[in-house]
T-cell receptor, first 115, second 112 residues
Framework: DTEVTQTPKHLVMGMTNKKSLKCEQH?????MYWYKQKAKKPPELMFV???????INESVPSRFSPECPNSSLLNLHLHALQPEDSALYLC??????????????FGPGTRLTVL | GEDVEQSLFLSVREGDSSVINCTYT??????LYWYKQEPGAGLQLLTY?????DMKQDQRLTVLLNKKDKHLSLRIADTQTGDSAIYFC????????????FGTGTLLAVQP
């Protein structure tokens, strides 16, 4: 099983709203990732968690707040977003353990629209 | 630099072979990947190749790696309309928690 699930599939929010994106995997992976993808562009890395600790933050604005409550779950909390934050948000996971091919498996994404 | 280049568009007829090319920049990359993305969907891992290999075949897919020229290609044999999608190559840089640098993506259009 190489499934990463994401909810919701679609999200529309105003600039004053607070919402959260959720990602889940049950492959025993210890690394989880958030990517942002604009239309017709490649995914851009936002955050990496390794063993539930934030290991990479690619200078993402503070209106995006990641959280890894346990090894299977990854959240992205959104607050005071701008219309230019509208994009497909992709979650991925990988073994994150030395000795394994660290292939990333992606979820289906959440399509976010900020009005 | 971290630019990974791909041609933007490829059009083929159903049943023909497709070859999608990728030029990467980091000679220390350990693994190189091919992902497929259908409209509105996430990224589907197709295959990957370790940097000490020249070729990998997996059913209709053949990956060729020229490490000297930093050139990677994906050949799809007997291309079908269901293969129409955007294809991204990606190189991994880093250790166990690797960072993927994606190519610009190639839109493959398969004509019936």
């Amino acid at each position: 099983d190489t499934e990463v699930t994401q909810t919701p599939k679609h999200l529309v929010m105003g600039m004053t709203n607070k919402k959260s994106l959720k990602c889940e995997q049950h492959m025993g992976h210890r690394a989880m990732y958030w990517y942002k993808q604009k239309a017709k562009k490649p995914p851009e890395l936002m955050f990496v968690y390794s063993y539930e600790k934030l290991s990479i933050n690619e200078s993402v604005p503070s209106r995006f707040s990641p959280e890894c409550p346990n090894s299977s779950l990854l959240n992205l909390h959104l607050h005071a977003l701008q219309p230019e934050d509208s994009a497909l948000y992709l979650c991925a996971s990988s073994h994150g353990t030395s000795g394994f091919t660290d292939t990333q498996y992606f979820g289906p994404g959440t399509r976010l629209t900020v009005l | 630099g971290e630019d990974v280049e791909q041609s933007l568009f490829l059009s083929v007829r159903e049943g023909d072979s497709s070859v999608i090319n990728c030029t990467y920049t980091d000679s220390s990359s350990t693994y190189l990947y091919w992902y497929k993305q259908e409209p509105g969907a996430g990224l589907q891992l197709l295959t990957y190749i370790f940097s000490n290999m020249d070729m990998k075949q997996d059913q209709r897919l053949t990956v060729l790696l020229n490490k000297k020229d930093k050139h990677l290609s994906l050949r799809i044999a007997d291309t079908q309309t269901g293969d129409s999608a955007i294809y991204f190559c990606a190189e991994s840089i880093g250790g166990a928690t690797n960072k993927l640098i994606f190519g610009t993506g190639t839109l493959l259009a398969v004509q019936p």
